[in-house]
C-alpha cells in the first residue's frame, strides 16, 4: 500500500503555484518591452527566456504545472469513482470530474480551445468584450455542465460542495471572465501593461481553482471513504 497526506499536497500546490506567479511576474516582460519585441523580425517566443516562468506563455514551467494539478483532480475523481461504485452507488458524476480534470491538462498543453478564436470571429461580428471569442462556446458548456451537475452537487455533503463549487467558481472566473476583461483589453489598448497584469490574474485563478477543487475531492475521501476500494478493470 501506498499512503501519502493529500493535504500536504494541496498545500504544497499552493505555495508553488503563489511562487510561479510571482516569478512570472518579476520576469515577464512589461506591455512597451513586449511591443518592443514583437515588433522585431527577429524576436522568436520560444526562444525568449522570460517564456520559461511567464504565464502568458504556452509551452513552459506554468502550463506544466497547471496541466499537473488537473491531472492530480482527474486521479482523485477516478479514484473516488472506483471507490463509490464498489459500494454500489452511482459513479458517473465522479468519472464525469476525472475526464473533465484529463481534458483541461491536455487543453493546457495543447490548447485546443483557440482553435475556436479564429473561425468565430471571422463569421461574427463580436464584441471587444468577446474578442477572445472561444469564451462563447465555453460559456455555453459551463451552463450545460452546471444543469446536468445540478442534482449532484445538491446531494454531496457540505463541506465537498462549498470547496467544489468554490473551487469551479474561482477556475471559471479567472479562464472565462478574466479572460473576456483581457480581451477586450487587447483589442482596445493592445499588449498594454493591464493585459500583462490580468494574465497573471487569470492563471493565479485557473491554478487555486484546481487546487480547490482537489482539495474538496480530498476532503470527501478522508470523511466519507475512510477505507478506500479501487477497482481495476
Same mark, same amino acid.
Given at each position: 500500500?501506498?499512503?501519502?497526506?493529500?493535504?500536504?499536497?494541496?498545500?504544497?500546490?499552493?505555495?508553488?503555484?503563489?511562487?510561479?506567479?510571482?516569478?512570472?511576474?518579476?520576469?515577464?516582460?512589461?506591455?512597451?518591452?513586449?511591443?518592443?519585441?514583437?515588433?522585431?523580425?527577429?524576436?522568436?517566443?520560444?526562444?525568449?527566456?522570460?517564456?520559461?516562468?511567464?504565464?502568458?506563455?504556452?509551452?513552459?514551467?506554468?502550463?506544466?504545472?497547471?496541466?499537473?494539478?488537473?491531472?492530480?483532480?482527474?486521479?482523485?475523481?477516478?479514484?473516488?469513482?472506483?471507490?463509490?461504485?464498489?459500494?454500489?452507488?452511482?459513479?458517473?458524476?465522479?468519472?464525469?470530474?476525472?475526464?473533465?480534470?484529463?481534458?483541461?491538462?491536455?487543453?493546457?498543453?495543447?490548447?485546443?480551445?483557440?482553435?475556436?478564436?479564429?473561425?468565430?470571429?471571422?463569421?461574427?461580428?463580436?464584441?471587444?468584450?468577446?474578442?477572445?471569442?472561444? =469564451?462563447?462556446?465555453?460559456?455555453?458548456?459551463?451552463?450545460?455542465?452546471?444543469?446536468?451537475? !445540478?442534482?449532484?452537487?445538491?446531494?454531496?455533503?457540505?463541506?465537498?460542495?462549498?470547496?467544489?463549487?468554490?473551487?469551479?467558481?474561482?477556475? =471559471?472566473?479567472?479562464?472565462?471572465?478574466?479572460?473576456?476583461?483581457?480581451?477586450?483589453?487587447?483589442?482596445?489598448?493592445?499588449?498594454?501593461?493591464?493585459?500583462?497584469?490580468?494574465?497573471?490574474?487569470?492563471?493565479?485563478?485557473?491554478?487555486?481553482?484546481?487546487?480547490?477543487?482537489?482539495?474538496?475531492?480530498?476532503?470527501? !475521501?478522508?470523511?466519507?471513504?475512510?477505507?478506500?476500494? =479501487?477497482?481495476?478493470?
Amino acid at each position: 500500500m501506498i499512503y501519502w497526506n493529500q493535504r500536504l499536497v494541496v498545500l504544497l500546490m499552493a505555495i508553488i503555484a503563489v511562487i510561479l506567479v510571482s516569478v512570472s511576474a518579476f520576469v515577464s516582460p512589461k506591455g512597451d518591452e513586449l511591443l518592443e519585441k514583437k515588433a522585431s523580425l527577429s524576436y522568436n517566443s520560444m526562444s525568449d527566456p522570460s517564456r520559461t516562468f511567464s504565464v502568458d506563455q504556452e509551452a513552459n514551467i506554468p502550463t506544466w504545472f497547471t496541466g499537473v494539478i488537473a491531472l492530480y483532480l482527474a486521479m482523485n475523481a477516478a479514484l473516488i469513482a472506483s471507490a463509490v461504485k464498489s459500494q454500489g452507488k452511482s459513479s458517473w458524476a465522479w468519472r464525469g470530474i476525472a475526464l473533465m480534470g484529463i481534458y483541461i491538462a491536455m487543453d493546457e498543453v495543447a490548447g485546443f480551445h483557440e482553435l475556436a478564436i479564429d473561425p468565430i470571429r471571422d463569421n461574427w461580428d463580436i464584441s471587444p468584450w468577446l474578442y477572445q471569442a472561444w =469564451v462563447i462556446p465555453a460559456m455555453a458548456l459551463v451552463i450545460l455542465i452546471s444543469i446536468i451537475y !445540478s442534482r449532484f452537487i445538491w446531494r454531496i455533503p457540505i463541506y465537498t460542495k462549498v470547496y467544489l463549487i468554490l473551487g469551479t467558481l474561482t477556475y =471559471v472566473t479567472g479562464a472565462i471572465g478574466v479572460e473576456a476583461i483581457g480581451g477586450f483589453v487587447l483589442s482596445t489598448q493592445g499588449l498594454s501593461d493591464w493585459y500583462v497584469e490580468l494574465s497573471h490574474i487569470e492563471e493565479f485563478m485557473e491554478m487555486m481553482g484546481l487546487i480547490i477543487i482537489v482539495y474538496s475531492l480530498t476532503e470527501y !475521501s478522508r470523511r466519507e471513504l475512510k477505507s478506500m476500494t =479501487v477497482i481495476l478493470r
